[in-house]
């Protein structure tokens, strides 16, 4: 990365400054805790204590997606590698973690270039320039913008063959399937006809694996998820007494989803920003969605949107998924 992308570029849909972590939308917020059924965006998990919280779980024997996910890719990287073909530019929607972008730097035909698009600038400048350092012949260009909405790729030195956008981790999980084939859509887009996509997608499951991975043994899960009460209390002065709340993960099996909740263990009243929020005995906030799918009903999913389905790859148990669709 040579001096003039030291930054992310910045992008219409982004907010205006970098932050650490997404920062905390008060009208989001509140609209969310006011609403019928209470609910945050998960995207809130991510404060640093959030993230570490996150590192920890991906290391959980209960939590299969991260290491499955990894030993898809690790396993089918060389044919992929043929399928992307040379000089393809590597647009990640999210910046996570650098091990999964390596492996495909590391297998992918002189690739021309890798471009993270997140809305956390902090870890965007930090793996990019670790990336950028490590791999000299990619042009390292990180975009600052909210990925949800259509937004501008930056110019390369090296013109690329293709895009290949590149979604891991099952994070569309988070996303309702209406959102989902939305999110798709922008996707199709941003790789242009000729352009494909890689992204790991969690599936359907004896409920009891999915219980287990998001109802860990050791209470990591539920730290993770009460963490956004603390997150709250200190970033937007609410007053929730943390302990009387308790982590619920639910997988509804019609809906294919798992369910975070933080729920109230009495009746009370939590005072934030002015605004005094309700709470029946049990009543819950919902904090996530994670969708699981059949490959089937992603497929079905991925060719509405615009994509057509080239290579799926799973691991030997089923657990999880890896696609790669061509845009058209
Ligand atoms: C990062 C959204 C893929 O849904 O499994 C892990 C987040 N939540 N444990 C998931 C999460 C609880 C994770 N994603």
């Not at 997150?231 to 369910?259: C, M, P």
Request: charged letters at 25%; a negative charge.
């Amino acid at each position: 990365m040579d001096g003039q992308n030291a930054q992310p570029l910045a992008n219409g849909h982004g907010p205006d400054a970098p932050q650490d972590g997404v920062a905390l939308d008060l009208v989001e917020v509140l609209a969310g805790l006011m609403a019928p059924q209470k609910h945050l965006s998960p995207k809130y998990f991510y404060d640093q204590r959030g993230s570490e919280l996150f590192d920890q779980i991906c290391g959980l024997d209960e939590y299969y997606p991260t290491r499955t996910e990894l030993a898809v890719m690790r396993e089918h990287v060389d044919e992929l590698a043929e399928l992307v073909g040379p000089r393809a530019a590597v647009i990640e929607f999210g910046a996570g973690s650098n091990t999964k972008v390596r492996l495909l730097l590391d297998h992918l035909i002189e690739p021309a270039a890798y471009v993270p698009v997140d809305i956390s600038a902090d870890y965007l400048v930090q793996q990019a320039e670790e990336l950028a350092s490590d791999y000299p012949n990619v042009h390292v260009q990180p975009v600052f913008a909210d990925f949800t909405q259509p937004f501008a790729l930056p110019e390369h030195p090296v013109m690329p063959d293709r895009n290949l956008i590149f979604f891991p981790g099952s994070t569309i999980g988070n996303f309702t399937r209406a959102k989902a084939c939305e999110l798709l859509e922008v996707m199709a887009a941003e790789a242009k006809p000729g352009g494909a996509l890689l992204i790991g997608v969690d599936l359907r499951k004896d409920p009891d694996v999915l219980h287990a991975a998001y109802n860990d043994s050791l209470g990591i899960t539920a730290e993770f998820n009460l963490n956004v009460l603390t997150r709250l209390n200190r970033e937007l002065g609410a007053n929730f007494d943390v302990d009387l709340f308790q982590h619920r993960a639910v997988y509804d099996e019609a809906k294919g989803r798992i369910e975070m909740r933080l729920m109230s263990t009495q009746r009370q009243a939590v005072a934030i920003a002015g605004a005094e929020i309700p709470f029946d005995e049990n009543e819950y906030i919902i904090t996530e969605y994670s969708h699981k799918y059949s490959i089937d009903e992603f497929h079905a999913l991925a060719r509405r949107a615009g994509f057509e389905p080239a290579r799926s790859w799973i691991d030997d148990d089923g657990l999880f998924s890896v696609h790669y669709m061509s845009a058209h």
